[in-house]
C-alpha cells in the first residue's frame, strides 16, 4: 500500500504516519469496529466518489446495530471525505472510513470505552486484477460456512465478521483460486469473502436473499437497479449450491471487485467459460457510468 500525506482522524487531518492507536484500545482485542469501502473515479468528466452517501449511511446503520454511535453526522462525514481526497490530490482512490472502540478500559463490555472515527485514502487498482474484470476468474466452495444472523449480524459491516472472510480468502488463494464462495448455515449460497454473487440462467438474474447471510452490498443493489433499467427480470432468493454449477453466467460485485466474471466454480465451467452476455452488459452500464461520468442516477459525488 503506498501512503498518502493525510489521514483524516476524530475531526482533524493529521500526517499518514500519526495516525494511531493504543494497543489496549477495545478493537485490538474484541474486534469492535464497523467500516465501509467506497470508491473514488477519474471519470472522462472529473474526480467523483461513486455513491458516497450510501455507503455513510450504511456505516451508521452498522454502528446502530451494535449500539454505537458516531459521533460526526452523516454530512460531516461525507464532507470529510471529499476534503480528504482533495488533501491528498488525489484524481482517484480508494476511501476506508472505519469506526471503532478505543482505549479506556478492558473486558467484553464496550460501551465504556470512547469511540474513534477515521477516514482514509491511498490508490487502489482492480481488486482481483484488471485481467479479472476482462476475463472472468476461478472460484471455490469454501469448506467453511458463513455464521447465521443469530450468531453476529451479517448487515452489519463490522470488522468481526471478517475473521470469516480471512478463512475463505486464505483457502481459496492456498488452493489456486482467485475467490472463496461461502454457503450459509444452511448450506445454500451465500456470497464471497468480499463480495455478493448474482447468477444468470435463462436471461433471469438471481441473487441470494438477505436470510442467506449477506451483507446489503452496495454495488449489489447498483446491479438490480441496471438490471431494472435493461427490463432484465431479476430473483431475489434462496440458491441451492448446486444452481451454481447449471447457471449461464456468474459474477461478484463489490465496491473493490466492481463487476467481476466468473468462469467456473469447483473446476466446473460456467456457460462457455467466459463472460456472457448479460454480465458484460451490466459491466458496460456501471463502467459507463464510474469510467465516463455518464450519471443519470445521481450516483455520482463530484469533487
Same mark, same amino acid.
Given at each position: 500500500?503506498?501512503?498518502?500525506?493525510?489521514?483524516?482522524?476524530?475531526?482533524?487531518?493529521?500526517?499518514?504516519?500519526?495516525?494511531?492507536?493504543?494497543?489496549?484500545?477495545?478493537?485490538?482485542?474484541?474486534?469492535?469496529?464497523?467500516?465501509?469501502?467506497?470508491?473514488?473515479?477519474?471519470?472522462? $468528466?472529473?474526480?467523483?466518489?461513486?455513491?458516497?452517501?450510501?455507503?455513510?449511511?450504511?456505516? !451508521?446503520?452498522?454502528?446502530?446495530?451494535?449500539?454505537?454511535?458516531?459521533?460526526?453526522?452523516?454530512?460531516?462525514?461525507?464532507?470529510?471525505?471529499?476534503?480528504?481526497? $482533495?488533501?491528498?490530490?488525489?484524481?482517484?482512490?480508494?476511501?476506508?472510513?472505519?469506526?471503532?472502540?478505543?482505549?479506556?478500559?478492558?473486558?467484553?463490555?464496550?460501551?465504556?470505552?470512547?469511540?474513534?472515527?477515521?477516514?482514509?485514502?491511498?490508490?487502489?487498482?482492480?481488486?482481483?486484477?484488471?485481467?479479472?474484470?476482462?476475463?472472468?476468474?476461478?472460484?471455490?466452495?469454501?469448506?467453511?460456512?458463513?455464521?447465521?444472523?443469530?450468531?453476529?449480524?451479517?448487515?452489519?459491516?463490522?470488522?468481526?465478521?471478517?475473521?470469516?472472510?480471512?478463512?475463505?480468502?486464505?483457502?481459496?488463494?492456498?488452493?489456486?483460486?482467485?475467490?472463496?464462495?461461502?454457503?450459509?448455515?444452511?448450506?445454500?449460497?451465500?456470497?464471497?469473502?468480499?463480495?455478493?454473487?448474482?447468477?444468470?440462467?435463462?436471461?433471469?438474474?438471481?441473487?441470494?436473499?438477505?436470510?442467506?447471510?449477506?451483507?446489503?452490498?452496495?454495488?449489489?443493489?447498483?446491479?438490480?437497479?441496471?438490471?431494472?433499467?435493461?427490463?432484465?427480470?431479476?430473483?431475489?432468493?434462496?440458491?441451492?449450491?448446486?444452481?451454481?454449477?447449471?447457471?449461464?453466467?456468474?459474477?461478484?460485485?463489490?465496491?473493490?471487485?466492481?463487476?467481476?466474471?466468473?468462469?467456473?466454480?469447483?473446476?466446473?465451467?460456467?456457460?462457455?467459460? $467466459?463472460?456472457?452476455?448479460?454480465?458484460?452488459?451490466?459491466?458496460?452500464?456501471? !463502467?459507463?457510468?464510474?469510467?465516463?461520468?455518464?450519471?443519470?442516477?445521481?450516483?455520482?459525488?463530484?469533487?
Amino acid at each position: 500500500m503506498k501512503s498518502t500525506k493525510f489521514i483524516w482522524m476524530n475531526g482533524k487531518l493529521i500526517p499518514w504516519e500519526d495516525a494511531t492507536i493504543h494497543v489496549l484500545s477495545h478493537v485490538v482485542h474484541y474486534g469492535s469496529s464497523w467500516f465501509e469501502g467506497i470508491r473514488c473515479y477519474k471519470t472522462k $468528466k472529473g474526480s467523483a466518489v461513486f455513491k458516497l452517501h450510501d455507503h455513510l449511511e450504511r456505516l !451508521f446503520k452498522s454502528t446502530k446495530i451494535y449500539r454505537t454511535k458516531i459521533p460526526y453526522s452523516l454530512d460531516e462525514l461525507s464532507e470529510a471525505t471529499l476534503d480528504l481526497v $482533495k488533501a491528498n490530490n488525489l484524481e482517484s482512490c480508494y476511501i476506508r472510513p472505519v469506526v471503532f472502540r478505543g482505549f479506556s478500559e478492558l473486558g467484553v463490555y464496550p460501551l465504556r470505552c470512547p469511540v474513534d472515527t477515521v477516514i482514509a485514502v491511498w490508490e487502489w487498482g482492480s481488486y482481483l486484477g484488471q485481467d479479472s474484470l476482462e476475463m472472468g476468474i476461478d472460484v471455490m466452495t469454501s469448506s467453511w460456512r458463513r455464521f447465521s444472523g443469530s450468531s453476529l449480524p451479517s448487515m452489519a459491516k463490522a470488522g468481526g465478521n471478517y475473521m470469516n472472510a480471512q478463512l475463505i480468502k486464505m483457502e481459496a488463494l492456498e488452493n489456486g483460486y482467485a475467490e472463496g464462495l461461502v454457503l450459509d448455515s444452511l448450506g445454500n449460497i451465500s456470497e464471497g469473502s468480499g463480495e455478493n454473487i448474482f447468477l444468470v440462467h435463462r436471461g433471469v438474474l438471481y441473487t441470494p436473499p438477505l436470510s442467506s447471510g449477506i451483507l446489503t452490498g452496495i454495488t449489489r443493489s447498483v446491479v438490480q437497479q441496471l438490471a431494472v433499467t435493461e427490463s432484465i427480470e431479476i430473483r431475489e432468493e434462496v440458491i441451492p449450491r448446486e444452481f451454481v454449477y447449471t447457471a449461464d453466467e456468474v459474477f461478484l460485485t463489490g465496491t473493490a471487485a466492481e463487476i467481476t466474471p466468473v468462469r467456473s466454480v469447483d473446476r466446473i465451467s460456467i456457460g462457455e467459460g $467466459k463472460p456472457g452476455p448479460v454480465t458484460r452488459l451490466i459491466q458496460s452500464r456501471f !463502467f459507463d457510468i464510474t469510467r465516463n461520468g455518464n450519471d443519470t442516477f445521481g450516483w455520482l459525488t463530484w469533487l
